[in-house]
């Protein structure tokens, strides 16, 4: 058994595959990891590996201090990738998106891929049916939108995550709610118009925290899957142990 985790910029998020059949999934804080590690060991008992992707700081002596019991294995950039890196600053490229890439390219073999990781920061990252990652952008998550408006100006509230009532706010929270959710909306619908242009036949991996929030608001076409970078995780360490 393997246990995949994702430590996030605001939670962790763990889960566990025998294979490739995913048969639990966890979310916590930071400073409840060590608890969590030693609930899901003692419920999970044949897990043999620990897969670790991290985008922020955290305390990994925690995870470290597993060893004994299990083989922790983070993922950097210097692992093996199931595709050719063109990015021009390859160091400087986060783990998380190196590895929705990798499981871009496994699970979806011989075809132009975009892959939307909706969380704190809403990254794109496109790998084209050579297996060439391209790069893609970095934007702010839904979350980050309704803080800059309240930390950046002198009147706005800080409003939590909320379904515009309509297009036309007819207040300002009601304006802030149409701002933030219908601008990223559109923002992502933009995007993935402009790279038809470049690329007409695609798939659209649509994944992060706001993947359930956002799926059924977009227009276009789209595999949903929030759980896709802990389910690829999974599929870059089966590819490491084959390709060894």
Do not use: W
């Amino acid at each position: 058994m393997i246990l995949t985790i994702d430590v996030g910029n605001t939670r962790i998020k763990g889960a566990v595959f025998e294979g490739d059949t995913l048969l639990e999934t966890v979310v916590f804080m930071k400073d409840e990891l060590q608890i969590s590690l030693e609930n899901i060991l003692k419920k999970h008992t044949k897990v043999s590996n620990i897969v670790v992707a991290s985008v922020s700081d955290f305390e990994k002596q925690i995870l470290i201090a597993f060893d004994p019991l299990v083989k922790i294995h983070f993922v950097s950039h210097i692992d093996l990738f199931p595709f050719d890196n063109q990015y021009e600053t390859p160091h400087t490229l986060g783990v998380d998106r190196l590895v929705l890439a990798a499981g871009a390219t496994l699970r979806f073999p011989h075809q132009n891929r975009l892959v939307i990781d909706a969380g704190t920061c809403v990254t794109y990252d496109f790998i084209d049916e050579n297996n060439q990652y391209l790069g893609g952008s970095i934007s702010l998550g839904l979350r980050l939108r309704y803080e800059a408006l309240h930390n950046y100006t002198a009147k706005l509230p800080l409003l939590t995550l909320e379904n515009p009532k309509h297009m036309i706010g007819n207040s300002t929270a009601e304006s802030i709610h149409s701002g933030v959710v219908n601008g990223l909306v559109s923002e992502i619908n933009g995007f993935i118009t402009d790279y038809k242009v470049l690329y007409p036949n695609f798939i659209i991996i649509l994944t992060g925290g706001d993947t359930d929030f956002l799926a059924k608001r977009l227009k276009n076409t789209i595999f949903a899957n929030s759980n896709f970078l802990l389910e690829s995780l999974n599929q870059l360490f089966q590819y490491k142990i084959e390709n060894d």
